[in-house]
């Protein structure tokens, strides 16, 4: 049985904690903030684009190609892997990296496989397990930036344009809510202009293409490719975060009941402990008596 000095000890560390873990949640929602407020900017663009290069290349009788748009058999895939830098939160970066696992083994068996990965945590992880890892990236989500996005866009679009993978295909995590990410398995390459939600927000047919609507395709997907690798990199980030505030925030309240639970654990102990001394000295008092 634990001395009423262990119990307070024991109250005291979880204390400590509770304090570290209430600090960390109000750090990660400044910073999820932040980061939801570069989604809500950076969205408007990435579906203004797409609506406009789905518009060129399903308009009129031509038909408007782009290299980055033409598929080929699946002979070699790349699976680009976007976790966290850091662990505390929650389930973030275990349910990323259970679905890579999945992807992985399912394309594995007609085809070759490699992984880049994004952030530490998958990095470390597939290292560790002779993983066929073409690239990595690591610690770009301290100072993120446009510079970042680009960087690896780079990478799978001259990868995919000179046939080293056939197919590269993004996993993440889209951020939803501050306490729910959508787990996301999405084809990037070969490039698909998507048909925009709202049809109305532009009419595209009142445009006139200067100098011919092939030379501006070839223009916007490069860019639009960009954009969408740097959508990714922030809807992870802001995921990261809400995750992360969730998890400190269950961690300060399991403390705040650990602490409950060890503060009647220690009244009951220090009452049974001052009961037995009364007893002890009332005995003590009896037995002088009889003496």
Known sequence: ?????????????????????????????????????NILAIRPYANEINGLIHHIAESGEDKFENPLMQSRPVEKVLLV????????????????????????TKYSQNAEV????????????????????????????????????????????????????DRVIFIYNEFKSAIAQNLREEVFLPFVAEEPENTALRDYNEYIYEPDKQSIL????????????????LESNAAEQGARMTAMDNATENAEEIKSKLTLYYNRARQAAITTEISEIVGGAEALKES
């Open 114 to 165: 490699e992984l880049y990965t994004i952030g530490r945590k998958a990095s470390e992880y597939f290292g560790k397990r002779a993983y066929p890892i073409y690239k990595q990236k690591a610690g770009i989500f301290h100072g993120l930036n446009f510079e970042r996005a680009l960087e690896i866009s780079r990478d799978v679009v001259s990868a995919y344009q000179s046939s080293v993978f």
């Open 81 to 104: 892997v976007v976790t966290a830098d850091r662990g505390l939160c929650g389930a973030f970066n275990s349910n990323i990296i259970r679905t890579t696992e999945s992807v992985f």
């Open 218 to 233: 070839n223009a916007l997907i490069p860019k639009h490719l960009n954009v969408q690798v740097w959508r990714i990199l």
């Open 1 to 37: 049985m634990a001395t009423l000095r262990e119990i307070r000890q024991r109250i005291s560390s979880v204390k400590t904690t509770q304090q570290i873990t209430k600090a960390m949640k109000m750090v990660a929602a400044a910073k999820m903030r932040r980061a939801q407020e």
